[in-house]
């Protein structure tokens, strides 16, 4: 067994130490507490390395490793935790730790103005091992101990201003959000626990709950409506990344979820937290793809397929209206995460990781750039007011540009086009229905559309943020909103260097992973499900191929193109100016704006039914409850007011006379003590006397 | 050889000298002699018994008497002792004044 297989425990409790001595330090300890943060992250990278290093160049069955240990004994049961080395484990953990470090870095920058700035590390690092330790576990437990302890770490971070309301709010919808789908993950867990009497995926002997016999149990095992205990565990896991990763009917709490600082909504949308629900799906993908007899496609699977072409879609049309910067991030990733579920569903492991890991890199980009631009804009976050910040941004705008280029998909060079390809084509060959191909295919176009209307809308033309200004200057009876606009008199800035760096790596990262991810050489996909990868121009060539790469790289011109003429042409000169695509389809957009309404439709639903219940458990409890109880309290006080009469006039007087006697007794007896030893000694003398005539009289008889 | 009822007789009456002492005295040191003469007395009665009865030849009586002895001289030494601190405390021996112990 080799070292780094041995010590993969270490990757996550580095940065826990972190945590925890952080967590123990003053307020002024800024530098230490990000010293550390970022320390431990760093080494954490460098044992990702190692392991990355270790699962190189091995193929099939043995490119997995794994360690497990008896966690404590209940009786005969076991409890064993263990963790994992395989290159789904390793590419993450690399990803992370690296991704992770340049966003620590650039929390330094971010965060420099903040006074909780201890706290801040101290929530990064927490979150960052428990991520990384739930990508290393071997137990779906300790995977789901993991789980939650990020989504508790993503709580303290969305909520990290606690003082604004909205944050505050935000903080606990995502809580509670993540939470519905986690019952059902729950459940899952407990039912595959009863099916095989294990939680380990993999162990020395074969049983573990993700090999062979185990998975043949399960499949044979009929339960209610006719659906395997395999089809029905994979539906409850997915439930589970449903609400993990932001999937359609859970999708809610993502986008609000940028109340957050903004390295934390890189850090959960890019590297971390959204990426978990995926790679759930990923690790039990032995589970997902067993196929029951009857049904020509593996049930689970085939959810995942929907609930994710049908995300891709949603996302990019909401996105498409959005005028908060990160907003529209926010549903860009919940679109590209649905095209990872989409790939993971029709293609398997390799399609889905292999966008999530470009995908990484890339969204990290972007909501690192934005919040360079935020900063920059004196934490304006508006698109409409900014514009023209490409001068006074120039490497914020050259990094943001290519992240922009690959998270639309703009052909050959940026590794975003390539993964996507990868899950068109994967769609396009899959059997059941051309449906999420087409979905898909839109979703590329508006992906390209509502990035290039990004783009115009913050760099093209020229600075919008001074007219807010101005209007202030208008109401000088206002010296409150005076104040406010005061800062927008200085023109934007561009970020200092501690910022604008990891920038910097990111895009290059960004450009640089198409090496190893095009169809001539496939080495990133190949590796993640452990086979070599082969230099085979005939890949690239076949006519499937190059027709689809033609197609997307038509749709994503088309985009651009589209997005160009409408935002490009004639970039917007005022703040309040309506949108040039609400001037054509106003109904439409109107639609898009408000998110297609969902969470209205939550708020007049489920959420208000949730308060009705809840009154009525109140009603319940203070009509009736509360009556009951009120009840026993006056029986009890009656009965103690009887116990008090009895107590006062019976059992008192009793003992009080009782007590008088026994200290008359006392007295009586105290007057045989008179302290003269002469008395004492004539006393010894009688009982003498008496005693010897007692003996001579007995004796005599 | 004198008959044991003559030693028992002597003994009896050095015990009634003792007790009379230790009940008519009143100064503390004279007391302590009329009890050490009624311990005493009891040492001859063991000494009686002991050459009068059927093993004389075994040291018991002998032994218990020494005991006997040893032991109060060692009570003569404390209650010397505690007479010498009660007449520091109460600048009297006399065993009437002293009643601090009245209950």
């Known amino acids: 067994m080799s070292w780094i297989l041995q010590n993969l425990w270490l990757i996550p409790v580095l940065p826990l130490l972190a ?203 009929t339960t209610i409506g006719g659906l395997a205990a395999s089809s029905a565990i994979g539906l409850l896991l997915f439930c589970g990344a449903i609400g993990k990763s932001g999937q359609l009917p859970l999708h809610v709490w993502l986008p609000d979820a940028m109340e957050g600082p903004t390295p934390v909504s890189a850090l959960i949308h890019a590297a971390t937290m959204v990426a978990a629900g995926v790679f759930l799906v990923a690790r039990v993908y032995p589970l997902m793809e067993l196929q029951q007899a009857g049904v020509s496609e593996p049930i689970p699977l085939t959810a995942v397929t929907w609930i994710g072409a049908l995300t891709a879609i949603f996302g990019a049309l909401v996105a498409v209206s959005q005028t908060d910067i990160k907003r529209i991030l926010a549903y860009s990733t919940v679109s590209q995460l649905g095209y990872m579920m989409m790939g993971l569903g029709i293609g398997g492991v390799a399609v889905g990781m292999f966008h999530l890991l470009t995908h990484a890199f890339f969204k990290a980009l972007l909501f690192l750039g934005s919040g360079s631009i935020i900063h920059g804009c004196h934490e304006e976050q508006d698109i409409r007011r900014m514009g023209g910040i490409k001068k006074y941004m120039p490497v914020t705008f050259a990094t943001y540009a290519i992240g922009m280029m690959a998270l639309s998909g703009v052909p050959l060079v940026f590794c975003g086009f390539w993964s996507k390809d990868e899950i068109l084509h994967a769609a396009w060959l899959y059997q059941p229905s051309k449906i999420p191909f087409f979905l898909g295919l839109g979703g590329a176009f508006l992906t390209a559309f509502y990035m290039t209307r990004q783009m115009c809308f913050v760099f093209a033309g020229k600075y919008r943020g001074h007219a807010r200004e101005s209007m202030a200057d208008s109401h000088d009876s206002h010296p409150a909103v005076h104040e406010a606009g005061h800062g927008h008199a200085h023109d934007p800035h561009e970020s200092p260097a501690v910022m604008t760096l990891p920038l910097q790596i990111l895009a290059a990262c960004t450009v640089l992973l198409t090496l190893v991810s095009t169809p001539l050489w496939p080495w990133l996909p190949e590796y993640l499900v452990a086979q070599a990868a082969h230099f085979d121009a005939a890949k690239l060539f076949n006519a499937g191929t190059l027709t689809l790469l033609v197609v997307s790289g038509v749709v994503v011109a088309g985009g651009i193109g589209l997005g160009w003429w409408f935002y490009g042409l004639l970039p917007a000169e005022k703040p309040d100016e309506t949108d040039p695509l609400e001037q054509q389809f106003p109904e439409q957009f109107a639609w898009s704006r408000g998110k297609f309404f969902v969470d209205e439709l939550y708020a007049a639903t489920f959420v208000k039914w949730n308060a009705r219940l809840g009154e009525l458990c109140h009603d319940l409890d203070r009509r009736v409850l509360d009556l009951l109880v009120s009840l026993v309290g006056w029986a009890t006080t009656g009965c103690a007011h009887v116990a008090k009469l009895f107590d006062e006039f019976v059992v008192n007087k009793l003992f009080d006379a009782g007590c008088t006697e026994v200290r008359r007794g006392a007295e009586a007896a105290s007057e045989l003590q008179s302290g003269q030893i002469h008395q004492y000694l004539r006393s010894i003398g009688l009982a003498l006397v008496l005693f010897v005539f007692i003996l001579a009289v007995g004796c005599n008889k | 050889m004198t008959p044991l009822s003559g030693y028992l007789l002597v003994s009896a009456l050095l015990f009634c000298i003792g007790l009379a002492g230790a009940l008519t005295r009143r100064n503390a040191i004279m007391v302590l002699i009329g009890i050490e003469l009624m311990l005493n007395a009891a040492n001859l009665n063991f000494i009686a018994f002991w050459r009068f009865s059927e093993h004389p030849e075994t040291q018991t009586g002998l032994m218990f008497a020494l005991f006997s002895i040893a032991i109060a001289a060692a009570e003569a030494a404390v209650g010397l002792a505690l007479i010498i601190t009660i007449y520091r405390h109460f600048r009297t021996a006399n065993v009437d004044k002293v009643e601090e112990m009245k209950g």
Request: aromatic letters at 14%; proline letters at 1%; charged letters at 10%.
């Open chain 1, 19 to 221: 945590a925890g001595i952080s967590a123990l330090l003053k307020r002024p300890n800024r530098s230490l507490a990000a010293g550390l943060a970022i320390g431990s992250m760093g080494a954490s990278f460098l044992l990702s390395c190692m392991a990355f290093a270790e699962t190189l160049g091995k193929h099939g069955a043995a490119s997995r490793q794994f360690h497990n240990f008896d966690w404590f004994a209940l009786g005969d049961t076991v409890v064993r935790l263990g963790w994992v080395l395989d290159p789904l484990t390793a590419a993450m953990v690399v990803m992370i730790t690296f991704v992770g470090s340049l966003i620590f870095i650039f929390s330094v920058g971010y965060m420099s103005h903040d006074e909780n700035f201890t706290r801040f590390f101290c929530f990064l690092s927490l979150f960052a091992a428990a991520m990384l330790g739930l990508i290393i576990a071997n137990n779906l437990l300790l995977l789901f101990m993991c789980w939650e302890l990020v989504g508790l770490a993503s709580y303290l971070l969305i909520g990290f201003w606690f003082h604004k309301p909205s944050a505050a709010a935000a903080a606990k919808k995502a809580f509670i959000t993540t939470r519905i789908g986690d019952v059902f993950f729950f459940l899952g867990i407990v039912w595959l626990y009863s099916e095989t009497g294990t939680l380990l995926f993999y162990t020395e002997d074969h049983t573990g709950c993700l090999e062979q016999a185990a998975l043949a149990k399960m499949v044979a095992h």
